[in-house]
């Protein structure tokens, strides 16, 4: 006979079991934290030295530690470099950039893994200085001036046992508003072609295309350069064979492709030489000038420079119709991205000022302010360089003068410091507090900040040659 009664009761039995309270009376053994010394929160590494981090890491008996190291490289393939070790023992290989970087202990005897970031900042001999470009009896020439003003003339031959191309026009340190200004490297730009410069090394590079032609997808059978503008990405955008190329920044800036010449902006123009480029918060647009219908163009950046010729509302057209002007234009310079100064030389064998205002960003209109004789027309002539400043004046080097010209009053004022060679150079620096002149084998460096009118504050002597342009990093 079945005792349905003692089943049940021993089933009971185990449920109150089950519930007796949990007085929580357990030993919990928590790993040990390994203990981490002698690791800098910042290290300086030379290019193609050795970089060497020995951290002193303390841990419980018995366990089982492993290092693992990591440099977050934008520019390598996998975007990092990854090393396991006790120690960080490399050849630093990287550019001269700022690096994020990550040590982790990694505790296999129980599998935890404990993080400590720092930081790596690559740096070669010219990190900091200012680059020139110069001309040496015909001869283009690339040289260095470190911070404490010592020369290394003639680099690139130094270093590459062959010569420039001829004819320099422009030089431009690379670099990329987007990721920090991140470093892309050196254009020397030359009237027919142009090379490409490591930021670090002053090699060629090993990652983008190093010469001018190289730089085009589908490069044209001749190249003219005429002038060239540094765009905040990184990039190069001006007037090529008498039309508007940009280059490319629809990839990451690490791509080989990154800043090449795709097509030109597609139109019927011939560009002079001279235009300006603007980049508002609305977007970036180009003033150009027709050299064979004497006549002011619109361009837009829309991915690629987008030609839209007159397709732009004239204001005040009788003051000058900027659909046919009818003179040859000289130079186009522009004052904090809004006054634009237009210098053509007219039929009458006169220098005249078109003064004008644009927005080409919309409502696309050209709003011309005044048309009148320059003032001083000694002023132009072969070599004749004109540069504008922020604080409304106009720098203007002829002969071997400078001058500082106010056009809301056409006040023309020689600076305080003469030259003795003809001025071939105009550079501002130090937020626009200071103007460096090229002159002679000579760097001069003059104040130009408020109340001061080119007092000589310093001078670069030693370089080969007459400045053509100069680059700074610092």
Not at 77 to 82: K, M, R, V
Not at 231 to 249: A, D, E, S
Not at 387 to 395: D, M
């Amino acid at each position: 006979m079945k005792h349905p009664h003692f089943s049940l009761a021993l089933v009971l039995a185990f449920l109150v079991a089950g519930c007796y309270k949990d007085k929580g009376n357990y030993d919990i053994n928590m790993p040990i934290e390994p203990q981490v010394s002698n690791l800098e929160e910042r290290y300086e590494a030379v290019v193609g030295d050795s970089l060497i981090i020995e951290p002193v890491v303390q841990a419980a008996p018995g366990d089982d530690i492993e290092l693992e190291w990591r440099i977050f490289a934008p520019e390598a393939p996998a975007g990092t470099y990854e090393l396991t070790g006790p120690s960080l023992r490399i050849i630093f290989g990287l550019q001269a950039n700022l690096y994020a970087a990550r040590l982790t202990v990694h505790n296999k005897s129980n599998g935890m893994r404990y993080f400590h970031n720092f930081e790596v900042q690559g740096i070669t001999e010219f990190v900091r200085g200012t680059t020139v470009l110069s001309v040496e009896d015909g001869i283009t020439r690339l040289s260095f001036i470190k911070p404490d003003s010592t020369v290394q003339a003639r680099l690139y031959e130094a270093i590459h046992n062959k010569q420039l191309p001829a004819n320099p026009v422009q030089l431009f340190y690379m670099h990329d508003q987007a990721t920090g200004n991140m470093p892309l490297g050196y254009w020397i730009i030359c009237r027919n072609g142009g090379v490409r410069l490591n930021v670090s090394t002053m090699q060629e590079d090993p990652l983008y295309p190093n010469t001018l032609a190289a730089n085009f997808f589908f490069a044209p059978e001749t190249i003219t350069v005429s002038s060239l503008r540094h765009f905040n990405r990184g990039v190069l955008m001006g007037v090529i064979n008498g039309k508007l190329y940009g280059g490319t920044t629809s990839t990451w800036n690490q791509s080989t492709t990154y800043g090449m010449f795709g097509s030109y902006a597609d139109g019927d123009y011939t560009l002079a030489p001279s235009f300006v480029m603007t980049t508002l918060d609305a977007g970036t647009s180009f003033i150009g000038f027709d050299q064979h219908r004497k006549q002011f163009l619109r361009f837009n950046l829309y991915g690629d420079p987008t030609y839209f010729g007159t397709q732009y509302n004239v204001a005040n057209p009788e003051i000058f119709n900027p659909h046919n002007v009818g003179m040859d234009l000289i130079e186009l310079v522009q004052i904090n991205n809004s006054e634009t100064y237009a210098y053509v030389a007219g039929h009458d064998g006169l220098v005249h000022e078109l003064a004008f205002t644009v927005n080409f960003n919309g409502p696309f209109t050209f709003t011309p302010l005044h048309k009148r004789t320059f003032i001083r027309q000694e002023l132009f002539g072969e070599g004749t360089k004109l540069l504008a400043a922020r604080n409304g004046v106009i720098y203007i080097a002829a002969g071997s003068k400078v001058y500082r010209y106010n056009p809301l009053n056409e006040e023309v004022r020689e600076l305080n410091t003469s030259f003795q060679a003809p001025v071939t150079m105009l550079k501002l620096a130090d937020n626009e507090n200071t103007l460096v002149v090229g002159s002679g084998n000579s760097l001069y460096y003059l104040a130009i900040s408020t109340g001061r009118f080119g007092d000589l504050t310093g001078q670069i002597n030693g370089i080969p040659g007459y400045p053509v342009d100069i680059a700074f990093r610092f």
